[in-house]
C-alpha cells in the first residue's frame, strides 16, 4: 500500500467534494475541478476528509493509489488557494502585455506573438517583464508557464529569454580572438 496513499485528505472549510462512483468533484471559492479516479482505486468522504484507497494489492494499483491521492490532494489545494506560477522576461525590447483574452509577447522576433489564455486561468504582466499565472488546477497552470517558456527558452551565451522565477541559467563563454 502506499504511504502517500494512506494519508487523509483535509477538507477546508470553504470546499465541496463530492464521490460519485469513480467521478470525483471538487468546489471551491477559486473554481470547480472534475476527474476521473483511476480503475482500482476508490473515494470516500467521511465528514471533512476524504480518503483514498485502493482495492488490488497489484503493483498498478499501488502506485495508481498514491497518485489519485496526491492529485485529488491538488484538487482541494488548487480551489481553496490556487497555484501560481513566475515567469521573468530577460533581453533588450523583450516585453509582454495582456491583451483582452491574448497574451501579447514581444521577444525580438518580426512579429509579436499572441497566446491565447486558457478560460479558468489568470495571467497579469507587471514591469512588462514579470508574468504571473494564477488557477486553480495544477496542471494546466504548469503547461501554460512550460507553453509560454518554450517561445524563446533562456540561451545560455547572453541569457536572453524566458524563465521561471529563480530560475538559474548556466552560462557559457563566448568565442575568443586569439
Keep these: 500500500m502506499s504511504r502517500i496513499g494512506k494519508k487523509p485528505i483535509e477538507i477546508p ?7 460519485e462512483g469513480r467521478h470525483v468533484k471538487v468546489e471551491g471559492p477559486k473554481g470547480r475541478l472534475d476527474w476521473e479516479l483511476p480503475a482500482k482505486v476508490v473515494a470516500k468522504v467521511d465528514g471533512t ?3 483514498i484507497s485502493s ?14 491521492r496526491s492529485l ?14 513566475k515567469l521573468e522576461i530577460q533581453g533588450v525590447g523583450f516585453k509582454a502585455a495582456v491583451q483582452g483574452k491574448n497574451l501579447n509577447l514581444s521577444l525580438g522576433f518580426s512579429h509579436p506573438i499572441l497566446f491565447p489564455i486558457p478560460a479558468d486561468i489568470k495571467i ?17 497552470v504548469g503547461e501554460v508557464a512550460a507553453s509560454i517558456r518554450r517561445y524563446y527558452p533562456p540561451e545560455p ?3 536572453k529569454g524566458i524563465r521561471y522565477a529563480g530560475e538559474h541559467v548556466r552560462r557559457k563563454e563566448g568565442k575568443t580572438v586569439q
Excluded at 13 to 18: G, P, Q, R, S, T
Excluded at 124 to 140: F, H, L, S
Design 157 to 159: 551565451y547572453k541569457g
Design 13 to 19: 472549510a470553504k470546499v465541496k467534494v463530492a464521490v
Design 55 to 68: 482495492t488490488d494489492d497489484a503493483r498498478d494499483a499501488k502506485a495508481k493509489h498514491g497518485l489519485a
Design 49 to 51: 476528509r476524504v480518503s
Design 124 to 140: 497579469a504582466v507587471t514591469e512588462n517583464t514579470q508574468i504571473q499565472i494564477d488557477g486553480p488546477d495544477k496542471q494546466k
Design 72 to 85: 485529488v490532494h491538488n484538487m482541494v489545494v488548487g480551489v481553496s488557494d490556487g497555484f501560481q506560477k
